[in-house]
């Protein structure tokens, strides 16, 4: 089976950078209109022009994945608009890092509320109007860490780790109404939001030493992963958490 999204629409929150940048450019590419929902207004249009230029159909919705009315409203404007939802993925995401012990209350709650609150509204919204509509393909964005774990990232591991079991959880609810339910699991990937950390003498030298490819992952790597689970070359995958990491997680797996 192929990977063409012609005619189909996509969303993807947090797609004005990194990871959600790059798969809104590759579900363009392969056919889809792509609804780039994010809060920054400048970096998100610099997308949707950019699919525009190279003869895509995007356009932008600033949205908060975190606030129930706004994730109801972006659902609701899309299919007014376009008359259906064919494909979401669920990327916007944040971090915030440290000792449990010195994490304050209000990191541990942005976190928790854009990675996995935003998840769990999206899925709420979206799965409502693919139930309406009789079919469709929903795809979250976790995290190796939402498999395994790091020390001083309690939050992040938390909300990631959510993900990945509510993903299998709705994928249930729904796998006998034509609905399918993933996630992508994203190693050390180049974002802007990990750019720091892989830059770091010392914390880009222990990050290369995990991988055993010996390098880090480049967004449009996890993008195409996104584009073949939205595809129907992947008509019979669901409730899969699927790892894009250069075989991390397998030389973290035990032999028993």
């Known amino acids: 089976m192929e990977t063409s999204l012609a005619g189909k629409i996509a969303l993807v929150t947090g797609g004005n950078s990194g990871i959600g940048r790059a798969a809104a450019l590759a579900l363009a590419e392969h056919g889809a209109t792509v609804i780039v929902a994010a809060r920054r207004q400048n970096e998100s249009e610099a997308v949707v022009e950019q699919i525009r230029t190279a003869g895509g159909q995007a356009e932008f919705v600033q949205n908060d994945v975190a606030q129930a009315r706004q994730v109801e409203d972006l659902v609701e404007g899309i299919v007014e608009r376009h008359g259906r939802l064919d494909c979401a993925f669920n990327n916007a995401g944040t971090f915030k890092g440290g000792p449990v012990h010195e994490m304050s209350e209000e990191d541990w709650d942005e976190v928790c509320n854009i990675n996995l609150k935003g998840v769990w509204l999206c899925m709420k919204y979206q799965v409502a109007q693919m139930l309406r509509q009789g079919d469709g393909v929903i795809v979250n964005n976790s995290s190796i860490y939402g498999i395994s774990a790091d020390a001083n990232a309690s939050a992040y591991c938390a909300s990631k780790h959510g993900v990945s079991g509510l993903t299998r959880s709705v994928a249930l609810e729904v796998a006998d109404k034509n609905i ?20 770091d003498e010392v914390d880009g030298a222990r990050i290369i030493g995990l991988s055993p490819m010996k390098r880090v992952g480049q967004p449009a790597e996890i993008a195409a992963a996104v584009v073949w689970m939205c595809s129907d070359a992947a008509s019979f995958v669901t409730g899969q958490t699927l790892s894009v990491d250069g075989g991390v997680i397998a030389g973290l797996t035990p032999n028993h």
């Open 180 to 199: 399918r339910v993933n996630a992508v699991c994203p190693g050390f990937t180049r974002t802007p939001m990990t750019a720091a950390a892989l830059d």
